[in-house]
């Protein structure tokens, strides 16, 4: 069983910049994908970035690429989402996934994710 607590959520001009954080509990982080997602009121949980349990490859979605940087450290058992340059539609909670399978593919897909957090609010106000 893992446990997922994001943090470093808050409200930021458009343009700024936030750095997101999930801190996982449980010995076995270091051997799985770790994702983030997104989701605003009324819309469905969307795929923003993930990367491999050995941090050496990441994908992102094409619309955040260049912006967001997904990043691991496996002693600290975290991973992180910096966000640059953001954008006021890009408001919602974002949340942290871990994919317990141990594949080496990187996945978009929400059921794919075993372990979640509970969120953190990002606003970026116009």
């Known amino acids: 069983q893992v446990q997922l607590v994001e943090s470093g959520g808050g409200l930021v001009q458009a343009g700024g910049s936030l750095r997101l954080s999930c801190a996982a509990s449980?010995?076995?982080?270091?051997?799985?994908?770790m994702a983030w997602f997104r989701q605003a009121p009324g819309k469905e949980r969307e795929f923003v970035s993930a990367?491999?349990?050995?941090?050496?490859?990441?994908l992102t979605a094409d619309s955040v690429k260049g912006r967001f940087t997904i990043s691991r450290d496996n002693a600290k058992n975290t991973v992180y989402l910096q966000m640059n340059s953001l954008k006021p539609e890009e408001t919602a909670v974002y949340y942290c996934?871990?994919?317990?399978?141990?594949?080496?593919?990187?996945?978009?897909?929400?059921?794919?994710?075993?372990?979640w957090g509970q969120g953190t609010q990002v606003t970026v106000a116009s």
């Open positions: 449980g010995r076995t982080f270091s051997r799985y994908n």
């Open positions: 990367i491999r349990w050995s941090g050496t490859t990441t």
């Open positions: 996934a871990a994919d317990a399978s141990r594949g080496m593919r990187l996945t978009q897909t929400v059921y794919e994710y075993h372990y």
